[in-house]
Protein backbone atom coordinates (compact mmCIF):
# COMPACT_ATOMS: atom_id res chain seq x y z
CA UNK A 1 0.00 0.00 0.00
CA UNK A 2 1.56 3.21 -0.86
CA UNK A 3 -0.04 6.65 -0.55
CA UNK A 4 0.81 8.08 -4.11
CA UNK A 5 1.12 5.85 -7.48
CA UNK A 6 4.04 6.81 -9.62
CA UNK A 7 4.17 5.46 -13.06
CA UNK A 8 7.73 4.83 -14.91
CA UNK A 9 6.75 4.41 -18.98
CA UNK A 10 9.70 2.93 -20.74
CA UNK A 11 10.20 4.58 -24.31
CA UNK A 12 12.77 4.89 -26.98
CA UNK A 13 14.59 2.44 -29.66
CA UNK A 14 10.92 2.12 -31.85
CA UNK A 15 8.49 2.12 -28.63
CA UNK A 16 5.74 4.01 -30.19
CA UNK A 17 2.78 3.83 -27.83
CA UNK A 18 4.58 5.54 -24.53
CA UNK A 19 2.70 8.77 -25.38
CA UNK A 20 -0.75 7.51 -25.12
CA UNK A 21 -0.08 4.88 -22.55
CA UNK A 22 0.79 7.55 -20.30
CA UNK A 23 -2.21 9.29 -20.85
CA UNK A 24 -4.47 6.29 -19.82
CA UNK A 25 -2.23 6.11 -16.85
CA UNK A 26 -3.32 9.59 -15.66
CA UNK A 27 -6.86 9.60 -16.92
CA UNK A 28 -6.93 6.52 -14.40
CA UNK A 29 -5.30 8.84 -10.98
CA UNK A 30 -1.78 8.35 -10.86
CA UNK A 31 -0.22 10.63 -9.34
CA UNK A 32 3.09 10.66 -11.31
CA UNK A 33 3.55 9.19 -14.74
CA UNK A 34 7.29 9.92 -16.27
CA UNK A 35 8.36 8.81 -19.96
CA UNK A 36 11.64 7.78 -19.45
CA UNK A 37 13.91 6.78 -22.29
CA UNK A 38 15.97 3.38 -22.35
CA UNK A 39 18.85 5.09 -22.38
CA UNK A 40 18.17 7.41 -19.31
CA UNK A 41 17.83 4.30 -17.47
CA UNK A 42 20.70 2.17 -18.74
CA UNK A 43 23.04 4.77 -18.04
CA UNK A 44 22.13 5.33 -14.14
CA UNK A 45 20.20 8.69 -14.82
CA UNK A 46 16.91 7.22 -14.01
CA UNK A 47 15.68 3.94 -11.88
CA UNK A 48 12.88 2.00 -10.29
CA UNK A 49 13.27 3.22 -6.79
CA UNK A 50 11.05 6.38 -7.01
CA UNK A 51 8.20 4.16 -8.61
CA UNK A 52 5.42 1.79 -8.09
CA UNK A 53 4.66 0.91 -11.52
CA UNK A 54 6.50 -0.07 -14.26
CA UNK A 55 5.09 -0.05 -17.92
CA UNK A 56 7.04 -1.61 -20.89
CA UNK A 57 4.44 -0.29 -23.72
CA UNK A 58 3.95 -1.00 -27.12
CA UNK A 59 5.78 -0.81 -30.44
CA UNK A 60 8.66 -2.22 -32.58
CA UNK A 61 11.60 -1.91 -29.93
CA UNK A 62 14.74 -2.37 -32.02
CA UNK A 63 12.74 -2.54 -34.75
CA UNK A 64 12.07 -6.09 -33.77
CA UNK A 65 15.34 -7.44 -35.11
CA UNK A 66 16.02 -10.91 -34.18
CA UNK A 67 12.21 -11.26 -33.43
CA UNK A 68 10.21 -8.90 -31.27
CA UNK A 69 11.68 -7.92 -27.96
CA UNK A 70 14.58 -10.34 -28.28
CA UNK A 71 17.20 -7.50 -28.59
CA UNK A 72 15.89 -5.56 -25.70
CA UNK A 73 15.45 -9.07 -23.67
CA UNK A 74 19.53 -9.25 -24.26
CA UNK A 75 19.83 -5.34 -23.04
CA UNK A 76 18.15 -5.82 -19.76
CA UNK A 77 19.94 -8.74 -18.67
CA UNK A 78 23.48 -7.84 -19.68
CA UNK A 79 23.27 -3.73 -18.82
CA UNK A 80 24.40 -2.14 -15.39
CA UNK A 81 23.96 1.34 -15.30
CA UNK A 82 26.56 0.98 -12.43
CA UNK A 83 29.84 -1.33 -12.63
CA UNK A 84 29.29 -4.22 -10.40
CA UNK A 85 25.75 -3.34 -9.55
CA UNK A 86 22.85 -4.90 -11.05
CA UNK A 87 21.56 -5.48 -14.27
CA UNK A 88 18.22 -3.82 -15.40
CA UNK A 89 16.86 -6.87 -15.27
CA UNK A 90 17.92 -7.56 -11.77
CA UNK A 91 16.55 -4.04 -11.01
CA UNK A 92 13.11 -5.37 -12.90
CA UNK A 93 12.87 -8.59 -10.71
CA UNK A 94 14.13 -6.80 -7.16
CA UNK A 95 10.96 -4.16 -7.97
CA UNK A 96 8.76 -7.07 -8.35
CA UNK A 97 9.83 -8.08 -4.90
CA UNK A 98 9.26 -5.38 -3.20
CA UNK A 99 5.57 -5.09 -4.42
CA UNK A 100 5.61 -3.18 -7.73
CA UNK A 101 3.48 -3.44 -10.36
CA UNK A 102 4.66 -4.44 -14.07
CA UNK A 103 2.29 -4.13 -17.33
CA UNK A 104 3.67 -4.80 -20.91
CA UNK A 105 1.57 -4.21 -23.52
CA UNK A 106 2.02 -6.12 -26.80
CA UNK A 107 5.61 -5.26 -27.45
CA UNK A 108 6.24 -4.83 -23.32
CA UNK A 109 4.62 -8.69 -22.75
CA UNK A 110 6.90 -9.76 -25.52
CA UNK A 111 10.01 -8.54 -23.55
CA UNK A 112 7.99 -9.74 -20.05
CA UNK A 113 8.15 -12.93 -21.59
CA UNK A 114 11.82 -13.19 -23.14
CA UNK A 115 13.04 -12.67 -20.03
CA UNK A 116 11.10 -14.98 -17.69
CA UNK A 117 9.12 -12.59 -15.45
CA UNK A 118 5.56 -14.09 -17.18
CA UNK A 119 4.33 -16.59 -16.13
CA UNK A 120 6.36 -17.24 -13.07
CA UNK A 121 7.13 -13.82 -11.80
CA UNK A 122 10.07 -12.11 -9.64
CA UNK A 123 10.67 -15.14 -7.78
CA UNK A 124 11.62 -17.54 -10.21
CA UNK A 125 11.99 -15.77 -13.44
CA UNK A 126 12.70 -18.06 -16.33
CA UNK A 127 11.20 -18.48 -19.69
CA UNK A 128 8.28 -21.11 -19.75
CA UNK A 129 6.35 -19.36 -23.05
CA UNK A 130 6.57 -17.72 -26.03
CA UNK A 131 5.20 -15.50 -28.21
CA UNK A 132 5.59 -16.54 -31.80
CA UNK A 133 4.50 -15.31 -35.24
CA UNK A 134 0.73 -15.09 -35.92
CA UNK A 135 -0.32 -18.65 -37.22
CA UNK A 136 -1.66 -16.91 -40.60
CA UNK A 137 1.97 -15.21 -41.34
CA UNK A 138 0.89 -11.99 -41.30
CA UNK A 139 0.26 -8.51 -39.06
CA UNK A 140 -3.22 -7.69 -37.51
CA UNK A 141 -5.00 -4.76 -36.86
CA UNK A 142 -8.45 -5.86 -35.88
CA UNK A 143 -10.44 -5.24 -32.90
CA UNK A 144 -11.13 -8.85 -30.79
CA UNK A 145 -13.70 -9.77 -28.06
CA UNK A 146 -11.99 -10.87 -24.17
CA UNK A 147 -12.93 -12.54 -21.61
CA UNK A 148 -11.33 -12.30 -18.26
CA UNK A 149 -10.93 -15.24 -15.55
CA UNK A 150 -12.00 -14.07 -12.23
CA UNK A 151 -10.40 -16.99 -10.79
CA UNK A 152 -7.31 -15.33 -11.70
CA UNK A 153 -5.30 -13.18 -9.13
CA UNK A 154 -4.43 -10.30 -11.66
CA UNK A 155 -4.73 -7.38 -9.70
CA UNK A 156 -5.33 -5.17 -13.13
CA UNK A 157 -8.47 -7.63 -14.17
CA UNK A 158 -10.10 -7.87 -11.55
CA UNK A 159 -14.06 -6.80 -12.25
CA UNK A 160 -13.52 -7.59 -15.93
CA UNK A 161 -16.27 -9.42 -18.06
CA UNK A 162 -16.55 -9.63 -21.55
CA UNK A 163 -15.21 -6.80 -23.56
CA UNK A 164 -13.56 -5.22 -26.50
CA UNK A 165 -10.04 -3.89 -27.25
CA UNK A 166 -8.09 -3.83 -30.20
CA UNK A 167 -4.88 -5.86 -31.62
CA UNK A 168 -2.34 -5.07 -34.16
CA UNK A 169 1.10 -7.34 -34.23
CA UNK A 170 2.55 -9.53 -35.95
CA UNK A 171 4.26 -12.12 -32.93
CA UNK A 172 1.43 -12.74 -30.20
CA UNK A 173 0.57 -16.20 -30.78
CA UNK A 174 1.10 -17.73 -27.19
CA UNK A 175 3.15 -20.86 -26.89
CA UNK A 176 3.32 -23.27 -24.24
CA UNK A 177 6.98 -24.79 -24.02
CA UNK A 178 5.58 -28.10 -23.06
CA UNK A 179 2.72 -29.82 -21.16
CA UNK A 180 4.00 -29.22 -17.76
CA UNK A 181 4.15 -25.53 -18.89
CA UNK A 182 1.03 -25.44 -19.77
CA UNK A 183 -0.63 -27.34 -16.57
CA UNK A 184 0.95 -25.15 -14.02
CA UNK A 185 0.02 -21.84 -15.87
CA UNK A 186 -3.74 -22.83 -16.37
CA UNK A 187 -3.88 -24.67 -13.07
CA UNK A 188 -2.94 -21.22 -11.41
CA UNK A 189 -5.42 -19.24 -13.54
CA UNK A 190 -2.45 -17.61 -14.68
CA UNK A 191 -4.44 -16.73 -18.23
CA UNK A 192 -6.23 -13.75 -16.95
CA UNK A 193 -7.81 -12.79 -20.57
CA UNK A 194 -8.62 -14.97 -23.56
CA UNK A 195 -10.14 -14.27 -26.79
CA UNK A 196 -14.00 -14.89 -27.02
CA UNK A 197 -16.75 -15.68 -29.33
CA UNK A 198 -20.44 -15.90 -27.89
CA UNK A 199 -18.97 -15.73 -24.73
CA UNK A 200 -16.16 -18.32 -24.77
CA UNK A 201 -13.12 -18.66 -25.06
CA UNK A 202 -12.24 -19.70 -29.06
CA UNK A 203 -9.35 -20.96 -31.34
CA UNK A 204 -11.55 -19.94 -34.37
CA UNK A 205 -9.82 -16.79 -37.10
CA UNK A 206 -10.32 -14.20 -36.62
CA UNK A 207 -11.79 -13.70 -33.26
CA UNK A 208 -8.42 -15.50 -31.99
CA UNK A 209 -6.19 -13.31 -34.26
CA UNK A 210 -2.81 -15.00 -33.84
CA UNK A 211 -3.74 -18.97 -33.38
CA UNK A 212 -2.50 -18.27 -29.35
CA UNK A 213 -2.79 -21.75 -27.25
CA UNK A 214 -5.74 -21.87 -25.25
CA UNK A 215 -7.15 -19.05 -26.66
CA UNK A 216 -4.78 -17.09 -24.13
CA UNK A 217 -4.08 -13.14 -24.45
CA UNK A 218 -2.70 -12.28 -21.62
CA UNK A 219 -0.25 -13.84 -19.00
CA UNK A 220 0.09 -12.62 -15.36
CA UNK A 221 2.41 -14.09 -12.49
CA UNK A 222 1.30 -16.00 -9.20
CA UNK A 223 1.21 -12.40 -7.50
CA UNK A 224 -0.88 -11.12 -9.87
CA UNK A 225 1.37 -7.98 -9.64
CA UNK A 226 2.52 -8.72 -13.49
CA UNK A 227 0.32 -8.28 -16.54
CA UNK A 228 1.52 -8.87 -19.77
CA UNK A 229 -1.15 -8.46 -22.59
CA UNK A 230 -1.07 -8.16 -26.56
CA UNK A 231 -4.67 -6.42 -26.63
CA UNK A 232 -3.69 -2.51 -26.35
CA UNK A 233 -5.79 -1.40 -23.42
CA UNK A 234 -4.44 2.33 -23.72
CA UNK A 235 -5.98 2.34 -27.30
CA UNK A 236 -9.73 2.24 -25.69
CA UNK A 237 -9.82 4.56 -22.76
CA UNK A 238 -12.86 7.34 -24.30
CA UNK A 239 -15.77 6.01 -26.34
CA UNK A 240 -13.95 8.04 -29.06
CA UNK A 241 -11.54 5.33 -30.09
CA UNK A 242 -14.35 2.82 -30.38
CA UNK A 243 -14.59 2.30 -34.57
CA UNK A 244 -18.54 2.08 -34.14
CA UNK A 245 -18.94 4.75 -31.44
CA UNK A 246 -20.94 7.02 -33.84
CA UNK A 247 -23.27 3.69 -34.59
CA UNK A 248 -23.80 2.02 -31.01
CA UNK A 249 -24.16 2.99 -27.51
CA UNK A 250 -20.74 3.22 -26.90
CA UNK A 251 -20.17 4.21 -22.53
CA UNK A 252 -18.04 7.44 -22.39
CA UNK A 253 -15.38 5.73 -20.74
CA UNK A 254 -13.22 2.81 -22.89
CA UNK A 255 -12.85 -0.99 -21.09
CA UNK A 256 -9.16 -0.51 -21.30
CA UNK A 257 -9.39 2.29 -18.76
CA UNK A 258 -10.37 -0.30 -16.41
CA UNK A 259 -6.96 -2.04 -16.46
CA UNK A 260 -5.20 0.70 -15.40
CA UNK A 261 -7.41 2.00 -12.88
CA UNK A 262 -7.10 -1.59 -10.91
CA UNK A 263 -3.53 -0.76 -10.50
CA UNK A 264 -3.77 2.90 -9.35
CA UNK A 265 -6.03 1.42 -6.85
CA UNK A 266 -4.04 -1.50 -5.79
CA UNK A 267 -1.36 0.53 -5.74
CA UNK A 268 -3.17 2.69 -2.61
CA UNK A 269 -4.63 -0.46 -1.18
CA UNK A 270 -8.42 -0.36 -2.99
CA UNK A 271 -9.76 -3.03 -4.07
CA UNK A 272 -9.41 -2.59 -7.39
Given at each position: ??E????F??A ?17 GA ?10 WA ?7 A?E ?8 M??D??GS??A?A?R?RH ?7 PTL ?5 A ?5 GL???I????Q ?8 P ?8 T????P ?7 D ?8 P??P ?6 L?EF?L???H?E ?9 AR ?5 R ?11 L?T?V??F???G?E?A???L ?5 RI??L ?5 A??VR ?5 WTRET ?11 RN???A ?5 G
Amino acid sequence: MAERCRVFVLAGNGTNCEVETAHAWRLAGADLVDVVPIWDWAAGRASLDAYEVLTFPGGFMDGDDLGSARACAHRLRHTAPRPGGPTLLEEVVAFVRRGGLVLGICNGFQLLVKVGLLPNGGDDPRPTTTLGPNARGRFEDRWVRLLADPASPCLFTRGLGEFELPVRHGEGRLLFADDAARKTTLDRHLVPLRYALKGLPTDVYPFNPNGAEEAAAALTDPTGRILGLMPHPEAFVVRTQHPRWTRETVPEEGAGLRLFRNAVQAVRGGNG
